[in-house]
Nanobody
Framework: VQLQASGGGFVQAGDFLRLSCVAS???????MAWFRQAPGKEREFIAS???????SYADSAKGRFTISRDNTKNTVYLQMNSLKPEDTAVYYC????????????WGQGTLVTVSS
C-alpha cells in the first residue's frame, strides 16, 4: 500500500488544518493512523481509526483533533483545530493490515508549522 499525505501548511496559533492521506488501494479493513515528528524529537502517535471506526487519540490530540476515514475514497483525514506552536511537526500517515501489530506502510509526511 502506498500512502500519500497532504494538507500541511503554515498557520497561526488557534487556526485549523485538515490533513488527508490517500491510499493506493482499498484499505477499509486496515487500521489507519497519524503520527508526527517534531524537530529533534521522537516520532509520536497522534490518532488511529480501525476498520470498525474505533478511534484512539494521544492525550495531546484529545479534544482538538479528529480522525476520520472515507473508505469510498481510500482516504483518512486528521482535522486539527485550535493548533498550537507545539503541534509543529511533520505529520505521517500509516496503515496496519488486519491481524498485524505493526504499522507497515507509511506516507511521506506533510509539514505543519504553527506560528505564535
Amino acid at each position: 500500500v502506498q500512502l500519500q499525505a497532504s494538507g500541511g501548511g503554515f498557520v497561526q496559533a488557534g487556526d485549523f488544518l485538515r490533513l488527508s492521506c490517500v491510499a493506493s488501494r482499498r484499505t477499509s479493513g486496515y487500521t489507519m493512523a497519524w503520527f508526527r515528528q517534531a524537530p529533534g524529537k521522537e516520532r509520536e502517535f497522534i490518532a488511529s481509526i480501525s476498520g470498525w471506526l474505533s478511534t484512539s487519540y494521544a492525550d495531546s490530540a484529545k479534544g482538538r483533533f479528529t480522525i476520520s476515514r472515507d473508505n469510498t475514497k481510500n482516504t483518512v483525514y486528521l482535522q486539527m483545530n485550535s493548533l498550537k506552536p507545539e503541534d509543529t511537526a511533520v505529520y505521517y500517515c500509516a496503515s496496519r493490515a488486519p491481524g498485524t501489530v505493526q504499522f507497515d506502510y507509511w506516507g511521506q509526511g506533510t509539514l505543519v508549522t504553527v506560528s505564535s
